[in-house]
């Protein structure tokens, strides 16, 4: 069973950073991209970026130069740094991984950025 835990969401001010954590169960982390999508209200969720098992990232232009994602194999999480977040960054963030032809997702955690 692959299980993904995001947690690290919350409002913040226009400028201002979070760091959302997503953890997943040992058997797969390491081995596997994993990626960040989000889902603004009543559009469809959109990819963030990805983070491969060997370190390399790829971000959404809308995102690139304000996000990092980084990865932890001894902890099996990975994170997304958001900074000079914008109220158009205002979304549920989830976790996602494709392991063995199935879609895996976090719960999703709330981020909202006032101006």
């Known amino acids: 069973q692959v299980q993904l835990v995001e947690s690290g969401g919350g409002l913040a001010q226009a400028g201002g950073s979070l760091r959302l954590s997503c953890a997943a169960s040992?058997?797969?982390?390491?081995?596997?991209?994993m990626d960040w999508y989000r889902q603004a209200p009543g559009k469809q969720r959109e990819l963030v970026g990805t983070?491969?098992?060997?370190?390399?990232?790829n971000y959404a232009d809308s995102v690139k130069g304000r996000f990092t994602i980084s990865r932890d194999n001894a902890k099996n999480t990975v994170y997304l740094q958001m900074n000079s977040l914008k109220p158009e960054d205002t979304a549920v963030y989830y976790c996602?991984?494709?392991?063995?032809?199935?879609?895996?997702w976090g719960q999703g955690t709330q981020v909202t950025v006032s101006s």
């Open positions: 996602h991984c494709f392991v063995r032809w199935i879609n895996y």
């Open positions: 040992a058997t797969i982390f390491s081995r596997n991209a």
């Open positions: 983070i491969t098992s060997g370190g390399f990232t």
